[in-house]
Nanobody, 119 residues
Framework: QVQLMESGGGLVQPGGSLRLSCAAS????????MGWYRQAPGKQRELVAHFSNSGDTNYAVSVKGRFTISRDNAKNSVFLQMNSLKPEDTAVYYCHAIRLSLSGLTDDWGQGTQVTVSS
């Protein structure tokens, strides 16, 4: 089992910045990839930014150039720096991890942190 704890959400004005953090605990040695998804009201959950198993990064087209994902492997943490925020970035942001276990690949999710971009 892996537990994921997000922090850093909040209310910010358009054009502002926020930094999200996610700390993993538990069976962290089984994690092979981590990243961020988001879900806006009435919409499906979508990928925002993610590390692959090889360490490559993948970004949603809508956030490229504005958001940056980073990590601290020693602390089993992943971060999302969000700049030039827009109202359409408003959503619940979820930390996501993929684990490799005896039963195969497993997805783990955090509880989510609300990001609201509004004037």
């Amino acid at each position: 089992q892996v537990q994921l704890m997000e922090s850093g959400g909040g209310l910010v004005q358009p054009g502002g910045s926020l930094r999200l953090s996610c700390a993993a605990s538990g069976s962290t040695s089984s994690i092979i990839a981590m990243g961020w998804y988001r879900q806006a009201p009435g919409k499906q959950r979508e990928l925002v930014a993610h590390f692959s198993n090889s360490g490559d990064t993948n970004y949603a087209v809508s956030v490229k150039g504005r958001f940056t994902i980073s990590r601290d492997n020693a602390k089993n943490s992943v971060f999302l720096q969000m700049n030039s925020l827009k109202p359409e970035d408003t959503a619940v942001y979820y930390c996501h991890a993929i684990r490799l276990s005896l039963s195969g690949l497993t997805d783990d999710w955090g509880q989510g942190t609300q990001v609201t971009v509004s004037s």
